[in-house]
Structure formats: structure tokens, C-alpha cells
T-cell receptor, first 116, second 112 residues
Framework: DTAVSQTPKYLVTQMGNDKSIKCEQN?????MYWYKQDSKKFLKIMFS???????INETVPNRFSPKSPDKAHLNLHINSLELGDSAVYFC???????????????FGEGSWLTVV | TQLLEQSPQFLSIQEGENLTVYCNSS?????LQWYRQEPGEGPVLLVT?????EVKKLKRLTFQFGDARKDSSLHITAAQPGDTGLYLC????????????FGTGTRLKVLA
């Protein structure tokens, strides 16, 4: 069974469209994340939720809106897509608050978003 | 802003060679992790170090956390083609903001 699963894996869409990426984890973790990895492989945190509460909201355009209906799900909705949004988006989860005591982050396989 | 710089950025070596990857910052971290990412997949945790000066070994991989908890190194002995991948260090914030900060990455290719 996949621990952190995200869909779709590949997404090609036109500028201006709205799209969503879904994420589910079956590890029983209480913290979930969205990371963005650019073409240079730099991995940057976008959002983090702990027990459905937003705890990290980095400098991300407000066109990006995360939604956590429950502890096991964290979806990412993107409005008015731009060329610069093309990247790989990783969903991840961990048990406990991030950055403390070296909690392991479990990543999904990534969603390759291409905006044309 | 806490930043983690990794060096080298790219590394291509022959099977059997040794190598060291560095992860440096001017900031102190509560913990330091190393991940390996293979093409088409998400990063996978290799090790976590939490104490300054700590050394951990994972088969042919040796990880060290700097005494001041600002830097770390990953040493691979007798590299194999299976070690090929993107290596990422990640630092845990010390307080205030609950997040991991990822390094700039080192792309390793081991040639058979």
C-alpha cells in the first residue's frame, strides 16, 4: 500500500485554468505538507497542516489554496495557472510538528504540473 | 532566512571511488536529515542526526553533524551505481517556525 499518494501524477494544462491536486496518507500522521520542486531540483515548503490546522504558509501566491478536510487528506487547488507554476509538487506527511526532534517526512511520488 | 548550501552541486564519479557531500549554513538547526531522491520519485529519508558532532553510519554511508549544528557531511565509500540520485539535506528549524529547510541538492552519478 502506498503511504502517501497523490493524484494526478502528470498534469498538462493551459494558462489561466484552475486545477487541483489531491493527496492522501494512510500512515496515521497528524502533519501534512505541500512542497514545490523547481527545475533546479530545489525543494521548498509551501504549506503545512497539523491536525487540520494551517501552521506554515510560506510566501506563496494566493492563487494557491490548500484544503485539509481531515488529517489524512491535504489537497492543493491552484487558480489562474501561470507558466511559472510549472514544477513538481510533492505532498508529504510526518508524525508530530515538523522541524522538531527530526521527525521523518514521508513524501508522495510527486505531481508533474506543466502549464502551456 | 535560514539557508542550506550543498556542495558540490553535481558529481560524476566512477564505481568504487569515495566521495563527500557537504551541507553548510550560517544558522543553527535542531536536527539535520539527509534524503535521497531518485528520478520520478519523492525523497526518501536516509538518516537523522540531532546532536552536535554526532556520526551515524549506514552501510557505506557515513553522516556527520557539525559540532555547532550548522553543517553536515555525507561520505560514501566505494560508490556503486545504485547510489546515483539527488541527495538533499534538510535542517529542522530551532524554534518559532515549525519546518524543515531543504538544501540546494547534490546530483550524484556513479558510472559502472
Amino acid at each position: 500500500d502506498t503511504a502517501v499518494s497523490q493524484t494526478p501524477k502528470y498534469l498538462v494544462t493551459q494558462m489561466g485554468n484552475d486545477k487541483s491536486i489531491k493527496c492522501e496518507q494512510n500512515l496515521g500522521h497528524d502533519t501534512m505538507y505541500w512542497y514545490k520542486q523547481d527545475s533546479k531540483k530545489f525543494l521548498k515548503i509551501m504549506f503545512s497542516y497539523n491536525n487540520k490546522e494551517l501552521i506554515i504558509n510560506e510566501t506563496v501566491p494566493n492563487r494557491f489554496s490548500p484544503k485539509s478536510p481531515d488529517k489524512a487528506h491535504l489537497n492543493l487547488h491552484i487558480n489562474s495557472l501561470e507558466l511559472g507554476d510549472s514544477a513538481v509538487y510533492f505532498c508529504a506527511s510526518s508524525q508530530g510538528l515538523p522541524g522538531i526532534s527530526g521527525n521523518t517526512i514521508y513524501f508522495g511520488e510527486g505531481s508533474w504540473l506543466t502549464v502551456v | 532566512t535560514q539557508l542550506l548550501e550543498q556542495s558540490p552541486q553535481f558529481l560524476s564519479i566512477q564505481e568504487g571511488e569515495n566521495l563527500t557531500v557537504y551541507c553548510n549554513s550560517s544558522s543553527v538547526f535542531s536536527s539535520l536529515q539527509w534524503y535521497r531522491q531518485e528520478p520520478g520519485e519523492g525523497p526518501v529519508l536516509l538518516v537523522t542526526v540531532v546532536t552536535g558532532g554526532e556520526v551515524k553510519k549506514l552501510k557505506r554511508l557515513t553522516f556527520q553533524f557539525g559540532d555547532a549544528r550548522k553543517d553536515s557531511s555525507l561520505h560514501i565509500t566505494a560508490a556503486q551505481p545504485g547510489d546515483t540520485g539527488l541527495y538533499l539535506c534538510a535542517g529542522g528549524a530551532t524554534s518559532g517556525t515549525y519546518k524543515y529547510i531543504f538544501g540546494t541538492g547534490t546530483r550524484l552519478k556513479v558510472l559502472a
